[in-house]
């Protein structure tokens, strides 16, 4: 089945004759088993709600179905979804390969927390080349974290490649899939062994709830996922895992418009003087344009733009300007949304040398022409601004 069948179908209570087209609610701590054998029958999927309730289990099973995995897990948040992928194959003393584009909160783990702990973080180029990455291989390297592409500066990374280098030197390959949303792209197929998003954004779509997932591709992956999952009381709220679902449902919709409306604002934003370039996979300066053309079917709403050098009060004009487009850390929703960012503190084996600032911006499911008049008239304030 394609895709969009998929997530029509996927993850639907079909275990009574007579059933709603989505899984409802359902919330609870304990659950009762009739007789012994019930229980240890119920063991092997649901025993305890922090272990997750059907609820739970028909929103892993749609994620599963999707990334094409063996199995997929819940966590609170994107964050610990990162987190959990990383905890459940190191320990003391081991090592851990991070991309040097990597989210921000996930860089700050390694170096505060498994630091702490006795695991070591060495960050590498999001393009390296095979040769470089062996290099950095060490006999206790047991995590090699990809994120493709990079949430603030786009890089796309060659999966089959750290697959391969990871898998000879006996590490798990994790990557952070936020981006594609398991729509437009598929670690698991390219050779991932964990395939983790931020639900938060994509999958749930409408910006009001938080979730991770993480879709394990073989079994004993899987476990080590569940355990690690287990072990730090990791929880969902069955309402959160309820409307993760829903969301998911329009995923396929929402995807196409949010990359047709990217595309429309890009073009309007290549002609800008303020512009000096876009960072986007499908333009070809961006750095592993060429890996995106090969392994991805598609592009996300989200997108950056490095303008040429601009005064600090032109860039705050420039925001407070926006009606439309608001001012937001996240993405993935219905929403519009911009920052102005600096990548430049968060990067140790790469430097970012570009004179003028980045703006990230997220395309939302807006009229594209009511969105191209609002950059229009936050533009118009910046060349006010430096006068």
Known sequence: MKDKTKLTIAGRPHHRPAHPVNMPVERASTYLFPTYDDYLEGAKNITYGRLGTSSHRAFEE????????????LAPSGLQACIASILAFVSAGDHVLMT??????????????????????TYYDPIADEATMKSLMRPNTKVVFAESPGSLTFEVQDLPMLAAVAHAGGAKLVVDNTW????FYKPIAL???VSVQAATKYLVGHADCLVGTLCSADEQTARKIYFALLQIGSNVSADDAYLALRGLRTLSARMERHQENAAE????LKKRPEVERIVYPTQKSCPGHAVWKRDFTGASGLFAVVL???????????FNALKLIGIGFSWGGFESLAIHSDPRPNRTATTWDEEGPLFRFHAGLEDVDDLKDD???AFIAMTGANK
């Open 265 to 268: 604002l890009i073009k309007y």
């Open 180 to 183: 594609g949303a398991g729509y």
């Open 308 to 318: 040429k050098p601009t005064p600090l009060p032109a860039i705050k004009a420039f």
């Open 191 to 193: 050779g991932a062994d």
């Open 375 to 377: 950059l229009e008239r």
């Open 62 to 73: 749609a994620v599963n179905t999707l990334e094409g995995g063996f199995e997929t897990r």
């Open 100 to 121: 040097d584009s990597a989210y921000d909160p996930t860089r700050k783990f390694c170096d505060n927390f498994l630091k702490r702990f006795g695991v070591e973080t």
